[in-house]
């Protein structure tokens, strides 16, 4: 079965469609009877691309201001897309929010419905076209992965779909993500003047969703003393709408007691990840909430909002707050530093919970899926 994945996501920094792309292609690989071909939106390969493209992360703001650039972008790629259907492709798979036009079967995958709950972290160009062609995309699909439960019913209840046309393929933890000694992460945490275990850590796009605020005021109400031995660090590309927390962002950068390093490369952000007091983990609304399984799958406690997908993901090992409660996760960072045996607990419920997900699990239901669409 030839299957077509659309991997054009990969032009730009991986962020977390980008890794589920990836690391399910890799999986996928392994699964008999599948052959992939992967479009990047320009053309057609078999082989994931080792990088961004680059100065892609500068351009995809400016073209966000060019009227009709989404339109005139996906025109070009049905163009490109067609041009390769020649292969003899079985199925179309789309991995994110709206297919590209496909006469056979198609499977897509839904991670979320960010754009209903959240609109104003869209870009208004983008939100308009999700508007124009996410219920077409919908239509189009024989079958809908999604990465949890919890989003299968809400598009489920919001799309008026039948149960049936959902798939639940959980995602996965890629290997680079597990526990490291203090001998293992010194070297590379000492490129940022940072001790094993001595700060907290937040990912994620830098956009008002991820709810970073929350972590940087909790960060703010500990003692000066205790903020300069725990700095809190923030991991993420700079997102649509930041200018809504610049402000407090600003502020905790100005004190020192908060680090902004940007977009680091995986193996950075999984030392990073493994070195951790703790993830803290504020998000508004996710489908799945990647970094929280990674933190755990590295033996690093959780900090999360008992909110969407989240709880399917951390499970008893997550330390649950409710957003906007500044003094909860204020309250959970205190615990996970003095009291030690809490901390171990929270780790060890963590690497227990990590396990019950992989990439491999995520590409065996998804092959299903692919099959079942196919009629067999």
Request: charged share 20%.
């Amino acid at each position: 079965m030839r299957i077509a994945l659309n991997a054009r996501i990969l032009q730009s920094p991986r962020t977390g469609i980008g890794h589920y792309v990836a690391e399910l292609a890799s999986a996928l690989a392994t699964e008999q009877g599948l052959e992939l071909s992967l479009f990047h939106g320009w053309g057609w390969s078999p082989e994931l691309p080792a990088a961004a493209l680059p100065g892609y992360s500068r351009l995809a703001p400016w073209l966000r201001r060019v009227p009709g650039a989404y339109q005139a972008r996906r025109w070009l790629e049905q163009q490109r897309f067609d041009q390769g259907q020649h292969q003899a492709i079985d199925l179309y798979h789309e991995p994110s929010l709206w297919p590209l036009e496909f006469d056979g079967p198609t499977v897509m995958t839904l991670h979320d419905l960010t754009h209903l709950h959240y609109p104003a972290t869209q870009p208004p160009a983008r939100l308009r076209e999700i508007e124009r062609r996410l219920g077409a995309g919908v239509q189009q699909a024989l079958l809908i992965l999604t990465d949890s439960q919890f989003i299968a019913d809400e598009a489920q209840d919001y799309f008026g779909l039948p149960r049936d046309r959902f798939v639940v393929a959980p995602l996965g933890v890629a290997p680079r993500f597990h526990p490291r000694t203090h001998t293992e992460l010194e070297q590379g945490l000492a490129a940022h003047g940072l001790q094993p275990q001595g700060y907290f850590l937040c990912i994620g796009t830098l956009e008002p969703r991820k709810n970073l605020t929350q972590a940087l005021l909790a960060h703010e109400q500990m003692a000066p003393a205790l903020r300069r031995r725990y700095p809190l660090l923030i991991v993420g590309m700079a997102g649509w709408g930041q200018e809504h927390f610049s402000e407090p962002l600003q502020k905790a950068l100005a004190s020192g007691h908060v680090r902004l390093l940007g977009y680091l490369p995986d193996e950075q952000v999984a030392e990073l990840v493994a070195g951790a007091r703790a993830l803290i983990f504020p998000s508004l609304y996710e489908g799945f909430g990647l970094p929280v399984l990674e933190a755990m799958a590295s033996g690093t406690p959780v900090i999360v909002t008992r909110r969407s997908a989240m709880p399917e993901v951390a499970g008893a090992a997550g330390n649950y707050v409710e957003p906007g409660d500044v003094h909860g996760v204020h309250y959970a960072m205190l615990r996970l530093i003095d009291d030690e045996p809490h901390w171990q607990a929270c780790r060890e419920a963590g690497l227990a919970q990590a396990k019950l997900f992989s990439w491999g699990r995520c590409a065996q239901i998804t092959a299903r899926a692919y099959r079942q669409a196919m009629g067999g």
